[in-house]
């Protein structure tokens, strides 16, 4: 059995590099193989992966041909039995891959599958699981009105740690027998962001297959490394979502007519809102390491006390403004997962120093940029 894991990177230097760091301890014990396809990247990003990494396959586009497009031109190359699409801005445990693998031949007539996520500051990410945004659950989300039997938008009757079928998974994680994804035609090049992922797992729905969420396999998704959370990217997901209607739901005129407006007043709405991003002023920085030589670049490079420990409580943090940093070579992925949901309160929030890096970054919102500090 071989897994071929695919990234489509944009811009995003630091953060794919902490991904593939992840993979590679994930992916240890397993025949795998990395495809990075690249959409004209104006970082160092093609450059260090060309570097650090000169055993991924690397594609690198002269134009962004768009994620489902990437993908596909990914899958074009991948000798795997199953697909991993992966978003760079992701961290994975050790074990990740090993479960979710293991689990999948214990669920019958599989589709996709797709892991639990948590955003940078260790809160779950409910798209992870997700029912099909048909005109009337679709309806219910824009304008928060609750229809009678019409199913929320997010698959809330499956506990976030359970294991169950749902509608729709997230494109940030999903795997997938490759045969099971030739079937259907691989991604719909007409979605360029956004909704193509919905797309998918509704074309795999409609082939008589499952799509499965593991609740009990976690990852880290940053969200929004790659796409700058404005006016223009609400725009594209609110016409995503107007093309999906058009090819899986398009029913007469009049109701037509409706919805395309219902969704064009949304997002003219939501693209007049003010996605800027006040960080908080820290207070206190916990370095997690036994590394006194990390400690004092870190400290030097900070403006706060810093304090070096190998461990802390949830009770230890009181109510100032904390941030916790890991050091990969102290603690692995897995644990940092662990920690940053046990961990998780209104005052903390998260970086990591991958492993041998001279970095630390981490996010503290769900839609908007993180940050990334080098020393």
Same mark, same amino acid.
């Given at each position: 059995m071989k897994l071929s894991i695919i990234i489509v990177n944009y811009n995003v230097r630091y953060f794919i590099e902490q991904c593939i760091l992840s993979i590679k301890e994930a992916t240890s014990s397993i025949d795998t193989e990395i495809i990075i396809v690249d959409n004209n990247s104006k970082d160092e990003s093609c450059q260090m992966i060309k570097d650090c990494f000169p055993e991924i396959i690397l594609i690198e586009n002269k134009e962004n041909k768009g994620f489902a497009a990437a993908n596909n031109q990914g899958v074009l190359l991948a000798k795997g039995d199953f697909l991993c699409f992966l978003n760079p801005d992701t961290v994975l445990a050790f074990n990740t891959f090993i479960k979710i693998l293991k689990i999948q031949k214990q669920l019958p007539h599989t589709g996709l599958l797709g892991p639990k996520l948590i955003n940078g500051v260790g809160d779950f990410l409910h798209e992870s699981k997700r029912n099909i945004p048909s005109p009337l659950t679709s309806f219910r989300r824009l304008f928060g009105i609750k229809i009678g039997y019409v199913k929320n938008y997010y698959a809330d009757h499956i506990p976030s740690n359970s294991i169950?079928?749902?509608?729709?998974?997230? &494109?940030?994680?999903?795997?997938?027998?490759?045969?099971?994804? !030739?079937?259907? +035609? &691989?991604?719909?090049?007409? #979605?360029?962001?956004f909704g193509e992922d919905i797309d998918l797992a509704y074309k795999i729905k409609k082939k008589g297959l499952l799509n499965y969420y593991i609740g009990?396999?976690?990852?880290?998704?940053?969200?929004? %490394?790659?796409?700058?959370?404005?006016?223009?990217? @609400?725009?594209?997901?609110?016409?995503?979502?107007?093309?999906?209607?058009?090819?899986?739901?398009?029913?007469?005129? /009049? !109701?037509?007519?409706?919805?395309?407006?219902? *969704?064009?007043?949304?997002? @003219?709405?939501?693209?007049?809102?003010?996605?800027?991003?006040?960080?908080? *002023?820290?207070?206190?920085?916990?370095?997690? /390491?036994?590394? %006194?030589?990390?400690?004092?670049?870190?400290?030097?490079?900070?403006?706060?006390? @810093?304090?070096? !420990?190998? +461990? @802390? +409580?949830? %009770?230890?943090?009181?109510?100032?403004?904390?941030? *916790?940093?890991?050091?990969?070579?102290?603690?692995?992925?897995?644990?940092?997962?662990?920690?940053?949901?046990? !961990?998780?309160?209104?005052?903390?929030?998260?970086?990591?120093?991958?492993?041998?890096?001279? #970095? *630390?970054? &981490?996010?503290?919102?769900?839609?908007?940029?993180? %940050?990334?500090? /080098?020393?």
């Open positions: 169950g079928y749902v509608d729709v998974l997230v &494109g940030a994680f999903m795997l997938i027998k490759k045969e099971s994804y !030739l079937s259907v +035609g &691989g991604f719909d090049e007409d #979605y360029f962001i009990n396999v976690v990852a880290i998704h940053y969200r929004g %490394e790659s796409t700058d959370r404005n006016a223009v990217y @609400v725009r594209q997901f609110y016409d995503a979502m107007r093309l999906f209607y058009k090819k899986h739901f398009r029913s007469n005129a /009049t !109701l037509d007519f409706m919805v395309s407006v219902a *969704i064009r007043l949304v997002s @003219v709405i939501q693209s007049s809102k003010n996605f800027d991003k006040k960080k908080r *002023i820290i207070e206190r920085y916990c370095l997690i /390491t036994n590394d %006194e030589g990390l400690y004092s670049k870190i400290a030097s490079k900070l403006s706060a006390e @810093v304090e070096i !420990l190998d +461990g @802390v +409580g949830k %009770e230890d943090l009181g109510d100032t403004n904390i941030e *916790i940093i890991f050091d990969n070579n102290f603690i692995s992925f897995g644990e940092i997962i662990d920690q940053m949901q046990k !961990l998780r309160k209104d005052n903390i929030t998260f970086k990591i120093r991958p492993k041998n890096c001279n #970095y *630390i970054l &981490g996010s503290d919102f769900s839609d908007g940029k993180g %940050e990334v500090i /080098t020393f």
